[in-house]
């Protein structure tokens, strides 16, 4: 339990910040390995999303739910990663037309 503790100190995302999400990426990766924990999952999501990898967040925020079904956490940032892809699907029509 201490090794977690000691670990979620050091997991601290910077918003917004491309080095921030792939150093939280690459702890939360270690961190929920070590136990079943919802916001793990959710750490995990959310710097998947904020790299710019919605389709990898979604799996996360989903196996955190399996975790921990009721996290609302897990559940608000999985709203976020859906529509985060629906926006770039939007972007990406608007672009190049809906056939293509």
């Known amino acids: 339990m201490l090794q977690k503790k000691v ?6 995302t910077s918003r917004g910040s491309y080095y921030g999400y792939k150093v939280t990426k690459y702890q939360t990766s270690r961190i929920y390995t ?4 919802g916001k793990g999952y959710g750490r995990k999501g959310a ?17 955190g739910l ?5 996290n609302e956490f897990l559940k608000e ?9 629906k926006q770039h699907q939007a972007r990406y029509e608007e672009m ?5």
């Not at 670990?7 to 601290?12: A, F, G």
């Not at 070590?34 to 924990?37: A, G, I, K, N, T």
């Open 96 to 100: 190049w037309g809906k056939n293509n």
């Open 66 to 70: 399996q975790v921990e079904p009721g």
């Open 34 to 37: 070590l136990r079943d924990w």
């Open 77 to 85: 940032g999985l709203r976020e990663a859906k529509e985060s892809i």
């Open 7 to 12: 670990l979620l100190k050091k997991c601290k």
């Open 47 to 63: 710097a998947l999303v904020g790299l710019g990898q919605a389709g990898e967040g979604v799996k996360a925020y989903l196996a």
